[in-house]
Structure formats: structure tokens, C-alpha cells
């Protein structure tokens, strides 16, 4: 054999994968419980609901198991039909995938090749990075605001002839900070047409803030946006694993010509179908994560005035620098598993940290009254 040399280690994968940041999930709470001795631990490193499965989900998931030994309709013909239903689109702009980041993975193929450039702001979802390198992409982060936000007017003037895509995380995560109509609007002007710009609105039903557009009626017309949403967050499905896209019925058609076959299970798609039918009961859920949210927040504010205004169902901490000899959001996220609450550090940067339900809540703030 010739033309490789063997002498070089770790040559089965691509080299350029050493470098790339692996996804942090939120850290197994039985796993802190067992480590302190507590009955229990509490997780708020996810954004996760509090509330369990929405009325009816157990029960379609436990029916559709019986056909476990039968492949799922990788058309998920009923789930786009529930979707187009619920909001007032036509299935053939509609594309669903394994969460709306295996969907974001898939957009990226569709558009991008070796050498062209995904545009996102940054600090947003650590996925974006992930999604860019692994298709070969260049990523082109563009610094948040000074208060946490994307700037979009930056944004804008990094995209080149070799853009393909954009991504607004709106609201944005881990800052739970909103971009507004007016600024989205020239944004989206300021864009050309043939860059596709994908609105991902994973936490669309928790936001409040009237100047905040919903991508799916504002921009629905315009054939180079894609709105992305998932059913992990707000609808309780994040076990199940279920996220779709509403785009320009070419671009859905191209996002489901590459989705990997059968990737969302009959489960999911008959969980996901039984959660749509409750849409009012979301609605009360979110009313209360959001009465919740602005709670946190009011008392966050009394440690930390910089907590930015959140429209999503975390909050955000900036904690950037060190603290003594470590790094303040590390510590400070150490600090709060150590009284049994898992919160998410961004070393340098800040901490997410999930609303949780009244008592998780009143549990987090005594540990962050006594840390900050």
C-alpha cells in the first residue's frame, strides 16, 4: 500500500474534528444527588419544562409502541398535517427532523459546500460551530452587543459573496436577549436574496415582548427565510426528540430530500401529533414559565443588575473574569451543584440557568443570594 503516510496518528478521522468543541448536555441530576447524598438533585442546565408530558402524549406514545417492529413514514405525512393545521402553512413548506438542531444540520448541507461561510452571532447556541465545521463550512462569528444581544447591523456587513447562510437565534440562546421587528426587518433588507437566513425560534412561545416578530407571519413571504421551532421546549416533547422548519417549498423539498431515513420514530411522530391538539394547554404553561421568569429576574437584579431581559424560559447571568484564582461562571455554577442545583457555565462568559417551578426556583435563588 502507498500514497499515506502511516506514521501520522489519528489518521481514520479528520483531523480538523480535534479542535471542534464538543456539545455540553446538561449533567444527569440522579448522578449530583447520589454524589451529595441527596434524595433528589434539581436541574436547571436544560431548558427543560417543568410540567411533564402534555394530557394524551403517554398514552399515544404507549399505543404507537405496539408498532415498534414496523419503520416510522419518513414523510411524517400526519405530523406535517397537525403542523400545517396548528399553523396555517402548507405541508409542503414544512420539513421535521430529530430536534430543530438536526434540522439546522441539514440546512447547512443544503446550502453550504468546502469554503463557503455560515454567518451567527456570538455568543449563541453552541450547536452552530458544531453544525459549520462538521460540513465542512467556515464559521464567521460575529460578537454579541454589550448587552448580550446579536448586532445585526455587523452581521450584515460579514456577509460575502461566500455566505450561504445566516442564523438569528431569536430568542437567543443561552442570553434570552430578542432582536425586534424594526432592526430585523433592515436586517433581512440589507441581506441578499440568494442568502438563506434561518430565524430559529426554539423559544418563540415564551416570548412576551410585543416588538418581537413572530418569524412564521412576518416573514413567511419571503422565499430566503426559514423559520425553525421544535416541540422540546415549550410542548414537553425534548425526550422525544422532535423539531421542524416552515421554508419556501424548494427549500423544505431540498431539507427532506437529506434528512437521514426514519429519523423521527413512530413515537415521536404519534407524541408529537397528540401534543399539538394541545395547544391551549401550552399556552397556560408558558403564562406561568413567564410569570416565573420575570420573578427570577426582578431578584437576580438585586445581585447582579446586569441580567439581561429574557424572553425565553432561562435567564442569563453574565459572569465574565475570574473570581480570586478560577473563572467566576465556573465557580459559581460549582457553588450551586454543591447545594444540589445544576445550572450551565459558559467558562468566562456567564451561566443559563432554566425557570424551573416555584420551589426549584426559591431553591436557586438562595444558593445565588449567597454566592453573588
Known amino acids: 500500500m502507498t500514497g499515506r503516510d502511516r506514521s501520522q496518528p489519528n489518521r481514520l478521522t479528520r483531523p480538523d474534528l480535534a479542535s471542534l468543541p464538543s456539545y455540553v448536555p446538561g449533567r444527569n441530576p440522579a448522578d449530583l ?115 448580550h444581544g446579536h448586532d445585526l447591523t455587523a452581521m450584515a456587513e460579514a456577509v460575502t459573496d461566500q455566505t450561504r447562510l445566516v442564523l438569528v437565534c431569536n430568542p437567543n440562546n443561552p442570553t434570552g436577549t430578542s432582536v425586534r421587528r424594526a432592526e430585523l426587518d433592515r436586517f433581512l433588507d440589507a441581506v441578499p436574496d440568494d442568502v438563506l437566513v434561518v430565524l430559529d425560534e426554539a423559544y418563540r412561545e415564551f416570548v412576551t415582548d410585543p416588538e418581537v416578530p413572530d418569524g412564521l407571519t412576518a416573514y413567511g413571504d419571503r422565499p430566503n427565510v426559514v423559520v425553525l421551532r421544535t416541540l422540546s421546549k415549550a410542548w414537553g416533547l425534548a425526550g422525544l426528540r422532535i423539531g421542524f422548519l416552515v421554508a419556501h417549498p ?12 426514519f429519523s423521527s420514530s413512530t413515537v415521536a411522530q404519534a407524541g408529537a401529533v397528540a401534543a399539538l391538539a394541545q395547544a391551549e394547554e401550552v399556552r397556560r404553561r408558558c403564562t406561568l414559565v413567564v410569570a416565573e421568569r420575570e420573578r427570577v429576574t426582578v431578584a437576580l437584579r438585586k445581585l447582579l443588575p446586569e441580567v439581561p431581559e429574557s424572553q425565553a424560559n ?9 473570581a480570586g484564582q478560577g473563572d467566576r461562571a465556573v465557580e459559581f455554577a460549582r457553588v450551586c451543584e454543591s447545594r444540589g442545583v445544576i445550572v450551565r457555565p459558559f467558562p468566562g462568559e456567564g451561566v443559563r440557568v432554566t425557570i424551573g417551578s416555584p420551589a426549584e426556583n426559591d431553591a436557586f435563588l438562595a444558593v445565588a443570594e449567597s454566592a453573588l
Open 250 to 261: 424548494e427549500v423544505a423539498a431540498a431539507v427532506r430530500k437529506v434528512v437521514t431515513p
Open 314 to 322: 432561562f435567564v442569563w447571568l453574565p459572569l465574565a473574569g475570574a
Open 33 to 147: 444527588a447520589r454524589e451529595l447524598g441527596m434524595a433528589e438533585a434539581i436541574k436547571l442546565a436544560s431548558n427543560e419544562v417543568p410540567f411533564g408530558p402534555l394530557p394524551g402524549v403517554v398514552e399515544a406514545v404507549a399505543e404507537a409502541a405496539a408498532l415498534a417492529h414496523r419503520y416510522p413514514d419518513p414523510a411524517a405525512a400526519a405530523l406535517r398535517a397537525a403542523l400545517s393545521e396548528q399553523y396555517g402553512v402548507s405541508a409542503d413548506r414544512i420539513a421535521t427532523g430529530c430536534g430543530s438542531v438536526a434540522l439546522a444540520e441539514h440546512l447547512a448541507r443544503v446550502t453550504s459546500l468546502p469554503g463557503d461561510e455560515i454567518v451567527y452571532s456570538w455568543r449563541s447556541f453552541e450547536a452552530y460551530p458544531i453544525i459549520t465545521a462538521t460540513n465542512g463550512a467556515t464559521s464567521v462569528r460575529v460578537p454579541n452587543t454589550a448587552g
